[in-house]
Every structure is written in C-alpha cells, then in structure tokens.
C-alpha cells in the first residue's frame, strides 16, 4: 500500500498558546490517520499481545486530555483505569474518533477560555496550563509514533 501524503507541520505563530494548539492538533490528526479506513475488529488488533490497539490508542488519548484538562486545570472529577487501553466490544471506531474530536474541541475551548498560559492547574503545585498543554503534547506525540508502528505491523500501512 502506498504512504499517505505527508501533512504540513502546523504553521508557525509569536502567540505561543497558539502555537501549542496547533502541534497538539497536528499530532491528533496523526492518530487519526493510523486508525482511519481500517474495521473495528483491524483497530482492535495487538501484535503478538504487545503493545495497545490503535481502539485502545484514541481511547486512552481521549481520556487524558479530560483527565488534564478537566480534571488537573478545572478541578473536576476525573478518574483513570487500565480498561481504556483495552475498551469492549460497545466501542466502536467511529464512537471513539467522534469522541476524540469533541475532547478536542473541549480542550481547545478549555484553554482559550484560561486568562494565560500561566494558569495554575487546581491539583498538581508547579503545574501550569502551559505545561499541561506540553504533557498532552508529549503523549499525543508517544502514541502516534505508538499508533504507526501498530499500524505498520496491521497491514504494512505507514507515512504521517
């Protein structure tokens, strides 16, 4: 199978919560692309009982942005279990994409409504909106590299 075409990188912006948005929406699209055009039953495959379905992948992503932004930032209650990386048979792949771009939008509308990037998180001292938001950076960015090796092994699939 041919690679995808490589996306641009997001473009470059002075106002820095921008700036971090965007490559966080960047390395969203690159976890939605590995999961894109396969069944649910390809989304729920594990290589060899390794590491996590690409299913298990956009789950777990969606929950942790909740559990940062929600959870850390806005002092809400938030709850982590090891059963995201492995959802049932009730989630499907387009409940789970649909669910990661609303957790999306909600994070994005999330932080633009915080005065700075600055803003104390409610939960974690030192923690900061701006650190946060590279946290979520960084996770997005392991599991998409996570997300293509799983992808590769699937079907020989690979690109951005």
Request: hydrophobic share 40%; glycine share 8%.
């Amino acid at each position: 199978m041919p690679p995808a075409q490589t996306p641009a990188l997001p473009p470059g912006t002075p106002d820095e919560q921008e700036l971090l948005l965007r490559w966080l929406d960047f390395l969203r699209g690159a976890v939605l692309r590995k999961i894109g055009g396969i069944s649910d039953d390809e989304a729920r495959w594990v290589p060899a009982g390794a590491l996590i379905s690409l299913l298990g992948i956009v789950n777990h992503l969606t929950r942790v942005e909740w559990r940062w932004i929600d959870g850390e930032m806005r002092g809400q209650e938030v709850s982590r279990s090891e059963e995201e990386f492995r959802p049932g048979p009730e989630l499907t792949v387009s409940v789970a994409v649909a669910a990661y771009r609303d957790r999306a939008r909600a994070t994005e509308a999330a932080v633009r409504a915080m005065p700075s990037l600055t803003e104390p998180s409610i939960r974690a001292d030192g923690t900061d909106l701006r650190w946060v938001l590279l946290h979520l950076i960084n996770e997005t960015a392991r599991h998409a590299g996570h997300a293509d090796a799983v992808r590769e092994l699937l079907d020989g699939t690979t690109g951005e």
